[in-house]
């Protein structure tokens, strides 16, 4: 009798603990399943521009050329100035908020403003290029942490009233980037620039020429 009564005892004991193995592995699926739907639907993947030696990197990581080219594109943007740049500044601080953080957005709004009470904007035309042979260099971007990151840019700037070039500058631009995985689907990079980390450095004022005051620039 007593054989039969342990025999059953351990048959429970052995059900008892497939139960408590079926509830861990629900557990375990549930908690998969709830993995599988909130991980995100895309991907962003930065890849280096030469690819001739092929790349092998964390997804995470950009390549600073990555870096350089955002920063470059986007403040290119900001002082690209074709009318009036009492209209133009602020309509581009605007239409590039997603490639901006907030703190930056904000600077750049009471310089528009600041600018606009001054009459230094108005009626005026500007454009940025890279300097000639000062384009990206290794030492262009410093890697700060993994989303943090520092620029130096050296542009040209040219800048017109009523059709007629009244200054071109040389200077370095020290822009902040960080990651800014807010919304890819206005802004697909992922960064964003966050100003400046130290004052921008004249190199160069060029005076304009007579010939650049008729229209021919050099």
Not at 160 to 169: D, L, M, Q, W
Not at 188 to 202: S, T, V, Y
Request: with cysteine.
């Amino acid at each position: 009798m007593s054989r039969f009564k342990n025999a059953l005892n351990a048959r429970d004991h052995h059900v008892l603990t497939l139960r408590v193995i079926c509830g861990v592995l629900c557990f375990i699926i549930a908690l998969a399943l709830f993995g599988w739907l909130t991980s995100p639907r895309h991907l962003t993947i930065h890849n280096p521009p030469d690819l001739r030696s092929g790349s092998s990197r964390a997804w995470w990581e950009i390549p600073p050329p990555t870096i350089y080219a955002f920063s470059f594109y986007i403040f290119q943007q900001l002082n690209s100035w074709t009318k009036n740049g009492d209209v133009d500044y602020p309509y581009r601080i605007n239409s590039l908020s997603a490639y901006l953080t907030p703190n930056c957005e904000l600077l750049l709004q009471q310089d528009a403003k600041q600018r606009k009470d001054l009459g230094e904007s108005r009626d005026r035309v500007r454009g940025v290029s890279e300097i000639p042979e000062r384009g990206y260099k290794e030492e262009s971007v410093t890697i700060v942490d993994r989303d943090n990151w520092r620029v130096r840019l050296d542009l040209v700037t040219d800048e017109y009233v009523n059709a007629e070039p009244v200054k071109r500058s040389l200077v370095r631009y020290p822009l902040k980037v960080v990651r800014w995985d807010k919304n890819p689907e206005i802004n697909p990079f992922g960064l964003a620039l966050d100003c400046f980390f130290d004052i921008p450095q004249r190199l160069e004022v060029v005076p304009i020429t007579k010939d650049e005051k008729k229209g021919v620039l050099h």
